[in-house]
């Protein structure tokens, strides 16, 4: 193997692949290192496996919004390879997209190893070496500038140096947070990563109950010690552990400032459409409809689906064989208040292995945000899940990696 290289790649995910393509597509000769057999792992794995490319907000400045504080730092590579830019590039390659809710676009295959397909034949097409089972030990410096790495025994040299080997969500993809260390070692400011994009654990039964199972359209309130903090309408997935699902996960991050704060409880509201005296009128009707069944059938009729059972967990004193038509009032606006409020107890955030994104790396004020180059060494470029870039999911992340890793191979 040639030794010295115009860009070295660290990392063959998104944003690592989408650098060295670029840069290989600008004439320089470009070697890509990835610890793993193959490129691409995590994003094979991204949404569900599906591949939320990106979100089709087509406002550029209500786009950048949504990357927080970062908004004004990523305004120039966006207007350099935004939205716009990343559809051209996959429709271009062939990758037909669809957009689905929340403004949220995928291949039409519904493959996100489509998507992994279309980003190896860009990086092999434009010549780039490929070295895979590549783990990276060492960045070699010299004053204020990378020299080289170091992969087993030998030391790979480059003009130019691209880190791009993502955060510390789904470690095993190889996403360890390797990057992490070695920006430390090498003197940047590092903010600690920690999973910002996550489900929630619960200690509640009842939930862990109807893993599986989705509430399609709640109102989940949430409080520190008794006070309302917080109330987010849209769709919650339950699961063995707790609950997940967009709504969720892009909650997270301020529920975990919660936590700092003391208990954090929540309600889920099933019926957020309407009032405790609608929610009772609709009740009597479906009680009055099917007066000689049992209440556990009855309540099939009325908690969303697949749930009456876990709910009547939480009236342990019902006879849930009791015919409707002997229901007291009392009981029936139990029930009424139930639906109104089903109660949880969040006992944290689930780890990084269960993360859809986990925020931290370096500070972006080391970064040049036109070229993605380090401000502390001439020849570094780093992209993607390294910057500290806080975003939510529903394709932001994949955007941030396609924009950064574009702009760092133009520049590299």
């Known amino acids: 193997m040639n ?27 470009v070697l890509l290192l990835e610890k793993n057999k ?6 094979a794995i991204t949404g569900g496996s599906r591949c939320n490319i990106c979100n089709n907000e087509e406002d550029e400045h209500l786009l950048l919004q949504y990357f927080c504080s970062a908004e004004k730092f990523l305004y120039s590579s966006f ?16 990758l037909p997209l669809v957009v689905e809710a929340n403004k949220r676009v995928f291949p039409a295959s519904k493959k996100a190893s489509d998507v992994v397909a279309v980003m190896e034949k860009y990086v092999r097409s434009g010549g780039v070496e490929i070295l895979t089972n590549a783990t990276v030990k060492k960045i070699v410096v010299d004053g204020e500038k990378i020299t080289g790495v170091r992969v087993g025994n ?16 789904h470690p095993e993809t190889g996403s360890t947070g390797d990057g992490f260390s070695w920006l430390k070692e090498l003197g940047c400011k590092v903010v600690k990563p920690t999973p910002s994009v996550v489900p929630l654990a619960v200690q509640d039964d009842w939930i862990k109950m109807l893993a599986g199972v989705s509430f399609d359209h709640v109102k989940v309130t949430f409080f520190v010690e008794g006070r309302k903090q917080l109330a987010v309408q849209g769709r919650v997935l339950c699961t063995h552990f707790g609950i997940s699902g967009p709504l969720i996960l892009n909650t997270a991050s301020k529920v975990a400032d919660m936590l700092l704060d003391g208990v954090v409880t929540a309600t889920i509201d099933v019926f957020p459409g309407m009032d405790l005296g609608a929610l009772d009128k609709h009740i009597t009707k479906i009680f009055d409809d099917n007066k000689n069944r049992d209440l556990k059938n009855v309540m099939k009729l009325i908690a969303p689906t697949g749930t009456a059972s876990a709910i009547l967990m939480l009236l342990p004193r019902f006879d849930v064989e009791k015919k409707v038509h002997s229901i007291s009032k009392q009981e029936r606006k139990t029930i009424v208040n139930l639906l109104k409020d089903l109660p949880l107890t969040i006992t944290g955030l689930m780890g990084n292995d269960r993360a859809v994104v986990s925020d931290g790396g370096i500070s972006i004020s080391e970064i040049d945000g036109k070229t993605m180059r380090s401000r502390k060494y001439e020849n570094l470029y780093i992209t993607g899940d390294l910057l500290h870039i806080n975003r939510p999911s529903g394709g932001f992340s994949l955007q941030l990696c396609w924009t950064t890793g574009w702009v760092a191979g133009d520049y590299a």
């Open 154 to 169: 030998e030391i790979l040299t480059a003009e130019s140096f691209i880190i791009a080997t993502g955060g510390k969500s």
């Open 3 to 29: 030794k010295h290289f115009d860009v070295i790649v660290i990392g063959g995910g998104a944003s690592g692949m989408m650098a060295a393509g670029r840069a290989a597509e600008r004439g320089r000769q």
């Open 79 to 94: 207007s350099q390879f935004g939205l716009t830019e990343t559809k051209e590039f996959f429709t271009s390659h062939d």
């Open 38 to 43: 193959e490129l691409g792992k995590k994003l």
